[in-house]
């Protein structure tokens, strides 16, 4: 009786909301000149296509068997829990952001973010607590990636990299050069204590995959084809990082008109 | 004098373009509370919450308008019949690509941070944080409004729009096909298929 009442209820809302609304969805119109000159994101550079293909499925598998399982374990942990080992991870990529916003010429971002480190691994308890955002000193991150193509260098060819996942050419660049100068990573190797780099590097995939889980899901349950969504959203998300401007001003607007008969 | 003109100009611009995206900001804030209702009701069963994402999604987002420009260069070459198909498979795609970002809802808290009036573009932008326990995301909606009716033209999730990655994704897809509409119809059927299938079950 119940379930015959709730779908009675869902029928008539549907019913109702499609008279009432729907003709005029049905109605809207584009321009066919809207979509001649909005190529962006059509052709990334992909001269590696099929082996690149070949790694992403690697990559996907070994998600679903591995990453997938331990994020979806470590999001059953108390959020304070949570959030101190996010905290602790992001507290140790400052050093190496301050110096990359230093060499784009953002002193006053790489003042806050030396000022972020001490404060967060002080007062903050090694970084677990972020001390820092509540004081105004918000977390802004940069690579070597963006700093080169502040530099001026082109992304390069698409890649996907082996567990590491999509990259480019001067983000892979940019990536050997975070391991090679990496402050912490050259502390640990000095105390022989090597072993914690690829923790470190492990517990961070596991922290950003667990930020994610219902949207990898969703893009990767729902694409006619994951690969194409990936390579697109990779390039979307780095082109926002190197601009440092808001995703609304710097996302290209799709072309849509909308006219009605 | 003339001063005074142009400032009493300007002001009555901007108290209108600000009303605008008040008044955009209020519709999807009724629009979200529609779906995230369905969410919450731990009775419905997953079918009837996928019906009602649906039908708000078809009332308020361009379906038609996106489907043309996802379609890119294959949507002149195509019959009208094909076309058709083509924008009824689309919206079909499109309602399952939102009701399954919302498969993980939990009672998550949400919440309108901004709205503003792009006047070059003529599209008003809508910025919504989604609160979890460990932190926050920002989608940033694109609402266009025509004939007295918003519609959403756009949903940027983290800096990633929606619609440029369907249209990469589907060039990616069309190009297999050699950008035939009609046999790409079947490979979006096939999806939309599987994808229906794992939001009821």
Known sequence: ?261 | MKLTKHLFFILISFISIQANANEAKNWLNSEIDLIISAYKNENLPNENKFLMVEQTINNNFAGTGIAKFVAGKSWNKASKDVKLEYIKLFKRHLALNISSMMQGYSNQKYQLTDSRYDEKNKVTLIDMEIFSDTGSIQVTWRVKKSKDRFFVIDLLVADISLVVTKRSEFNSMLKTVDYNLFEFNKKLLAQNESSYQKITN
């Open chain 1, 1 to 261: 009786m119940n379930k015959f009442i709730q779908f009675s209820i869902t029928f008539l809302f549907v019913s109702l909301s499609n008279h009432v609304f729907s003709a005029a969805s049905d109605d809207v119109k584009t321009n066919p000149e809207d979509f001649e000159t909005s190529t962006y994101e059509d052709e990334i550079y992909d001269p590696l296509e099929g082996i690149n293909r070949a790694i992403f499925s690697f990559n996907n598998t070994a998600d679903r068997i591995i990453l997938e399982p331990v994020a979806k374990g470590y999001k059953k942990l108390p959020s304070p829990v949570q959030s101190g080992l996010g905290n602790f991870i992001n507290n140790l990529k400052l050093p190496l952001a301050a110096f990359n916003q230093l060499l784009q010429g953002q002193g006053e971002n790489a003042v806050e973010s030396t000022g972020r480190f001490i404060i967060n691994s002080t007062i903050g308890i090694f970084g677990l607590i972020d001390v820092a955002d509540n004081i105004g000193l918000e977390q802004k991150e940069e690579d070597f990636g963006q700093t080169l193509a502040t530099w001026g260098v082109g992304d390069g060819f698409y890649v996907v990299l082996p567990l590491f996942g999509p990259s480019n050419l001067r983000d892979t660049t940019g990536m050997i050069m975070t391991m090679m100068t990496d402050p912490i990573n050259a502390y640990a190797t000095n105390q022989g204590q090597s072993w914690a780099i690829p923790m470190r590097t492990a517990a961070n995939a596991v922290d950003q995959r667990s930020q994610i889980i219902d949207e990898v899901n969703a893009l990767r349950d729902n694409s006619v084809d994951y690969y194409a969504a990936v390579r697109s959203s990779y390039y979307q998300n780095r082109k926002a990082a190197i601009m440092n401007t808001d995703d609304d001003v710097l996302t290209p607007l799709p072309l849509i008109s909308i006219e009605f008969e």
